[in-house]
Nanobody
Framework: QVQLVESGGGLVQPGGSLRLSCAAS????????MGWYRQAPGKQRELVAQ???????RYADPVKGRFTISRDNAKNTVYLQMSSLKPEDTAVYYC???????????????WGQGTQVTVSS
C-alpha cells in the first residue's frame, strides 16, 4: 500500500510564506506526477501545482509567480513553497500522486488527508 503524509500547514498573515511537504511511502516503483490541490469551504477541489516525472511543472493561474513546487526524488517527497499568501489562498491543501507500485502494472492515484492553510490577519 502507498501513503501520502502531508505537513506544514497552519495560520499565516497575508503576505507571509509557508512550505508544505508531502512524503510518499510504500512499495513505489515509479512516480508519474505529484502535486497539490486545494479545496476552500463551499468550493470544488482545484489544482494548485503539479510536478511531472520529466521535471516539467504546471501551475494554476492564481498561484503563478507566488508558489513553487519541487521534489526530492530520493525521498519521494514533494514540496510546495507558498509566498505572498493571500486570504483567498485559505483552503485545505491535498497532496496527490499518480504512481506505479512495485509489481503492479497499473498507474494509480493516491491522495493525502489534507492540511489546513489559513491566511488571515
Amino acid at each position: 500500500q502507498v501513503q501520502l503524509v502531508e505537513s506544514g500547514g497552519g495560520l499565516v498573515q497575508p503576505g507571509g510564506s509557508l512550505r508544505l511537504s508531502c512524503a510518499a511511502s510504500g512499495s513505489i516503483f515509479s512516480v508519474n506526477v505529484m502535486g497539490w490541490y486545494r479545496q476552500a469551504p463551499g468550493k470544488q477541489r482545484e489544482l494548485v501545482a503539479q510536478l511531472f516525472s520529466a521535471a516539467s511543472t504546471r501551475y494554476a493561474d492564481p498561484v503563478k509567480g507566488r508558489f513553487t513546487i519541487s521534489r526530492d526524488n530520493a525521498k519521494n517527497t514533494v514540496y510546495l513553497q507558498m509566498s505572498s499568501l493571500k486570504p483567498e489562498d485559505t483552503a485545505v491543501y491535498y497532496c496527490h500522486a499518480n504512481l506505479r507500485r512495485s509489481g503492479i502494472n497499473l498507474n494509480e492515484d493516491y491522495w493525502g488527508q489534507g492540511t489546513q492553510v489559513t491566511v488571515s490577519s
